[in-house]
């Protein structure tokens, strides 16, 4: 019986596709400024994988239309390298993914198996964008392995970001 049952299982495919069940805990710190004209900044949250090209938009941040300062979309092009990427290809608002800007201080995000269903076991890196009006504009990067058990890393910015810390829990 037990022969059997373990045939059964191998053969439907079962034991062949690992499941990659765990959390993606991103935490952005964003500093305060003593400039005479602060904004906050716009920033852009995702994951690319060992090719460079994006296998996930986790957070975009920016101001929406409607706020004392509400800009909307003009201002998303300056995030550069995820406009280049991703950006001007998507349609906004991104459900689940596109909010307003955020206050100076650490802003925790978490990310299960709803937002990366389907991201296969593997490299790769978690890319922090952010720019600023009337500001500059600063790009981190924190590598990790996907599927590979716990791990935690790292990138310390020195202007518009602060640290931001990625782990990953099974």
């Known amino acids: 019986m037990r022969t059997t049952l373990t045939l059964a299982i191998t053969s439907c495919g079962l034991l062949a596709t690992p ?7 991103v ?18 949250v995702w994951i690319e994988g060992a090719d460079a090209q994006v296998a996930r938009n986790l957070a975009v941040w920016y101001q929406n239309r ?14 550069r390298q995820w406009w280049r990427k991703s950006g001007r290809s998507v349609q906004l608002p ?12 650490a802003q925790a995000l978490s990310f299960g198996d709803a937002q990366l ?12 964008e952010a720019v600023r009006e009337v500001g500059g504009r600063e790009l981190l990067k924190v590598p990790f392995q996907w599927g590979a ?22």
Not at 29 to 40: C, G, N, Q, S, T
Not at 66 to 79: S, V, Y
């Open 94 to 105: 991104i459900d689940g993914v596109s909010g307003p800007t955020r206050p100076a201080g």
């Open 19 to 25: 499941a990659y069940a765990a959390t993606l805990d």
């Open 149 to 170: 058990g716990a791990q935690q890393g790292k990138a310390q910015g020195s202007t518009e970001l602060g640290a931001v810390n990625v782990a990953v829990r099974p």
């Open 66 to 79: 409607g706020t004392a300062e509400g800009h909307g979309t003009k201002w998303l092009p300056d995030l």
């Open 27 to 44: 935490t952005v710190e964003i500093p305060k400024l003593d400039v005479a004209e602060y904004h906050r900044p716009y920033v852009a």
């Open 117 to 128: 269903q389907g991201l296969p076991a593997g490299e790769y890196t978690v890319v922090v």
